[in-house]
């Protein structure tokens, strides 16, 4: 039975390389090579074109190339029988917490500043903020959340998470859940780090009333997903100085548009979704894992709740 790769990325080869090692006899095909579309039961997906699933009548399982797969639930076109698989990688996770703390110690230490003295010849000290006195809200706490937060944790930083409900899995860090607990903890954030899923009830959730029970002066790291930040909510909190700046590393647009003000804005720092990126060669295997349950008839690996949208 053959495999399908659906993409918005032009350069597959490097995934299709892997997933053919990964599963030798395998057939892994574009949906423009698959002559009988209705031999085809798995599909490999990341920013599909809506509606193209349509194609492959006795379709049974899409997965997602990462840990996310708001991408795909958010197509009307798929039907419920379908069920949604998404990647659980260490790799993800690691990534993620090595490029966290890279934003957080650049701006504790002021590095941002630096890079804009020298442009301009400045030749000026600027006073730092130390680690163990610097307090980190992790919002979102699943498996990758939870990884970030204990190696900041781990580093020195003051951390506390936040997630929608109460996870009894222990931790090294101060834990918080629902919305009752949220002013608590956004009071003790002076970073931000914003790391959900992207649901129905987290879209918009980084808005101006959010933003305003941080102290004065935090800073917004988002790498969850553009559409949890209200654009202009952030914007207007900048500009009045009650947030410091942000890190951007996700948009609603990808790529962000030339006339975008984030792009001109001197406290909004810029990375083009890079806060983590999947390696083809370390989840081939558990992608070809659930293609062969699929085939078995074994329940397969990292579904996700349509509901719950993770």
């Known amino acids: 039975m053959p495999m399908i790769i659906v993409s918005s990325g032009s350069n597959l080869s490097r995934w299709i390389d892997a997933l053919k090692r990964a599963g030798p006899g395998i057939g892994v095909f574009m ?3 698959i002559k009988d579309k209705a031999s085809v039961r798995f599909a490999l997906s990341w920013n599909h074109p809506h509606g193209i699933f349509r194609e492959f009548p006795n379709l049974v399982c899409i997965s997602s190339f990462g840990a996310g797969a708001d991408h795909i639930l958010s197509d009307p076109h798929i039907p419920e029988h379908i069920e949604v698989v998404r990647i659980i990688d260490p790799l993800l996770s690691s990534d993620m917490a090595e490029f966290t703390l890279t934003v957080i110690m650049s701006s504790i230490r002021r590095m941002p500043v630096f890079w804009q003295q020298k ?3 400045v030749w000026k000290k600027h006073r730092y903020r130390r680690i163990t006195e610097t307090r980190i809200g992790v919002m979102g706490t699943g498996m990758i959340g939870h990884h970030v937060a ?3 944790k781990r580093t020195g930083f003051q951390v506390s998470g936040w997630s929608r409900t109460k996870k009894s899995d222990p931790a090294s860090y101060a834990k918080y859940h629902g919305r009752e607990q949220l002013p608590e903890f956004l009071g003790m954030s002076d970073f931000l780090v914003c ?6 009830l987290t879209r918009g959730i980084v808005n101006k009333e959010l933003l305003d029970m941080l102290p004065p002066e935090a800073f917004l790291i988002n790498l969850g997903r ?16 009650h947030v410091s700046g942000a890190h951007l590393d996700v948009f609603d647009t990808e790529p962000l548009p030339p006339s975008h003000p984030y792009w001109s804005h001197p406290a909004i720092e810029i990375t083009p979704h890079v806060a ?12 070809i894992e659930n ?8 329940k397969l690996l990292n579904t996700v709740s349509r509901k719950l949208g993770y």
Do not use: C, F, N
Request: aromatic share 2%; glycine share 10%; net charge negative.
């Open 31 to 33: 949906p423009d090579e």
């Open 195 to 200: 790391l959900l899923p992207l649901t129905p």
């Open 226 to 241: 553009g559409s949890h930040v209200v654009e202009a909510d952030l914007l207007g909190s900048i500009d009045r100085g």
């Open 150 to 152: 204990t190696i900041l």
């Open 119 to 121: 442009q301009t010849g």
């Open 276 to 287: 983590s990126l999947t390696d083809p060669t370390s989840v081939a295997p558990q992608i």
């Open 291 to 298: 293609y062969q349950r699929l085939m078995d008839g074994k």
